[in-house]
């Protein structure tokens, strides 16, 4: 509680979707995770925190875990009529009590696309921990058709019925801030443009998943399972995801990933991908 403010905090309902929403829409301090998820559909997960003053509603803060021990700040937003760090604050004390009574979360994350939420998360003790870079291709330059997959390993459109054995990839390719969990999949296949496997004696062993924007395409998602890297198969993947989006007359892809994930440069940078210079802090906090 921050008594100078008089903030009241409390847990989200179900019934607080329109009160979120306006603060979302119409207040000027809004911090939204990039996710396949809109910030009002983790509504009815915890911990998802609002901070009231005489009624009414003047911040939120929403960090639900997913998967299991790893929660990214999904959402951030305050009142443009009171002190940012002062919301923050009250939010992120209620917060941090909330993780030390339940023992939910292992680690905190979070992706700041604004200099003054990167502040609130400095002067929080978060630290930062590596960067995400943006890539893009011009697809009318290049002359590839595909490269094949090696001749035991079948490429075709992904099901739904394949995702449980798609997290089971995701999984074991990522980090822990950096895994999806079932629903998450099945929200990003649901929301897809072009989602590919790759199987071996029937079983997956890679995928990709990618998206379309008014820009063009957008590569959210490549993984392999580690028992297989090596074998050309993420470069099949991303190179007949490209050959599918160049038949359609797409003519850019987007991709970003981990400025410490090496590998994936070298794919991405091999294939014809350049940067952009975009570049994105991810800070990270354990309770």
């Known amino acids: 509680m921050i008594t100078q403010l008089n903030l009241a905090i409390r847990p989200a309902l179900a019934s607080d979707r329109q009160r979120v929403a306006s603060l979302i829409h119409f207040e000027g301090h809004t911090h939204r995770h990039l996710d396949w998820r809109p910030p009002l559909d983790w509504l009815g997960y915890q911990p998802f925190l609002l901070a009231e003053q005489q009624g009414q509603l003047v911040g939120a803060l929403a960090c639900p875990p997913d998967p299991a021990d790893v929660a990214w700040v999904r959402l951030f937003a305050s009142s443009m009529h009171l002190p940012i760090q002062g919301v923050w604050e009250a939010l992120w004390a209620a917060l941090l009590q909330q993780i030390a009574a339940t023992h939910t979360i292992g680690r905190l994350a979070a992706l700041p696309l604004s200099h003054w939420f990167e502040d609130l998360l400095v002067k929080s003790q ?4 590596h960067a995400v870079v943006m890539l893009n291709i011009e697809l009318p330059r290049l002359t590839f058709i595909s490269q094949p997959a090696p001749e035991e390993v079948n490429l075709r459109l992904m099901s739904l019925d394949d995702l449980p054995s798609v997290q089971i990839v995701d999984e074991a390719a990522f980090q822990p801030i950096w895994r999806n969990s079932l629903p998450s999949l099945e929200i990003a296949f649901q929301q897809s443009d072009i989602a590919t496997v790759a199987e071996l004696d029937g079983e997956i062993i890679g995928y990709q ?15 392999v399972h580690p028992t297989q890297q090596g074998r050309r198969i993420g470069k099949s993947l991303l190179l007949d995801m490209l050959s599918r989006y160049k038949r359609r007359g797409i ?11 090496p590998s994936s ?23």
């Open 209 to 223: 998943i990618s998206t379309g924007n008014a820009g063009g395409g957008h590569l959210a998602r490549l993984a």
């Open 265 to 287: 440069l070298i794919l991405y940078q091999k294939a014809g991908f350049i940067l952009t210079g975009e570049e994105y802090p991810v800070y990270e906090f354990t309770p």
């Open 251 to 261: 003519t850019r892809v987007t991709v970003n990933t981990q400025q410490n994930n």
């Open 126 to 129: 978060f630290s930062a921990t």
